[in-house]
């Protein structure tokens, strides 16, 4: 049922009641808002099929939680939104050795947020374009690029509709962004990806692997203001259901979000991956993959690793 039916349904519901003696009416009142909680509660519980629903421009362009990422993103000590800085500096390092970088480089960063790759990699003389539809985000990197006189091009804009006419040596999608699309999703943007990559050029991207997918459990919790008021400044109430689809590999973080004036479902899916089915689907996108290594520094690749990256080419 849809919200705005469900909202007729309760007036209809408690209209109608009007129509029985007081002692009565408390009774059934009370009835109708038990029922209502219910079908709330299985609301909040039901378990959708893997990708159902997409939420994550939600969480990135709303005006509160885009300033808590954001913040995420610029605390260098921790990997949250963002690699810590000493692991970013290291990484730039490697994908200038490994890749070339300088100048007459052309690199898309996909989903670049405050642009912490993007900046490193313009002043290795590149020329960087940077798509992410965190407007927060993109504000932050230009204010950025424009101080310290980076010529880079950001687009504040939904990557899976990004469309340009540039082609590119190095396209980059880090922090396992790759992981929070649908299998429809990842289709389309690895064929944007061959679309917009010169005959020579190659992807970096980052993925969590199977290892992760077998610590993850399901879990269901309740708590006011859950994660310290990332959701609101206001007071709300927190739902988080955790469910895990062994077949698909995939784990949902479901959020919902009660206020006093709206209630919200915020869908945070990832995708888990064995090397295997990565390639499968680079390959079946017409890449070839050229080397796996257990990070976007470098790092030799071990099986035991939680995250992994690949370069692919085209063939």
């Not at 049922?1 to 909202?7: A, D, I, P, Q, V």
């Not at 219910?38 to 300033?67: C, G, V």
């Not at 992410?132 to 932050?140: E, G």
């Not at 050029?201 to 997918?213: A, H, I």
Request: charged letters at 30%; a negative charge.
């Amino acid at each position: 049922m849809k919200r705005g039916s469900h909202n007729k349904s309760l007036e209809s519901r408690r209209r109608n009641a009007g129509a029985f003696p007081a002692p009565q009416l408390r009774v059934l009142c009370k009835k109708i808002d038990r029922e209502i909680m219910f079908e709330e509660l299985e609301k909040i519980k039901a378990r959708p099929k893997p990708f159902e629903f997409y939420t994550a421009i939600d969480l990135w362009t709303d005006e509160h939680t885009s300033k808590q990422m954001l913040s995420f993103h610029l605390n260098e000590e921790i990997d949250l939104s963002s690699r810590n800085a000493a692991f970013i500096d290291r990484s730039i390092e490697w994908i200038s050795s490994n890749f070339n970088i300088g100048a007459g480089k052309r690199i898309a960063d996909f989903g670049c947020g405050p642009g912490l790759y993007a900046a490193r990699l313009a002043k290795k003389q590149a020329d960087v374009t940077g798509i992410d539809f965190s407007k927060r985000s993109i504000q932050y990197a230009q204010e950025v690029a424009d101080k310290e006189r980076l010529s880079i091009h950001y687009v504040n804009q939904n990557y899976l509709e990004f469309e340009t006419e540039d082609r590119f040596d190095l396209i980059l999608m880090i922090m396992c962004d790759f992981c929070a699309l649908s299998p429809t999703q990842r289709r389309e943007v690895l064929s944007k990806f061959r679309k917009i990559l010169k005959p020579t050029g190659s992807v970096l991207l980052d993925v969590y692997s199977l290892n992760v997918f077998e610590e993850r459990e399901e879990i269901a919790r309740y708590e006011a203001n859950i994660l310290n008021g990332f959701w609101s400044p206001n007071k709300y109430y927190g739902f988080l259901d955790t469910f895990k689809y062994e077949r698909e590999k995939v784990v949902l973080d479901k959020y919902t979000i009660i206020e006093s004036d709206r209630i919200r479902t915020v869908y945070n899916w990832l995708q888990y991956f064995s090397p295997e089915e990565l390639e499968d689907e680079f390959v079946e996108c017409g890449f070839k993959i050229e080397h796996f290594y257990s990070d976007v520094a470098g790092t030799p690749y071990e099986p035991q690793s939680n995250e992994f990256a690949v370069v692919a080419k085209r063939p």
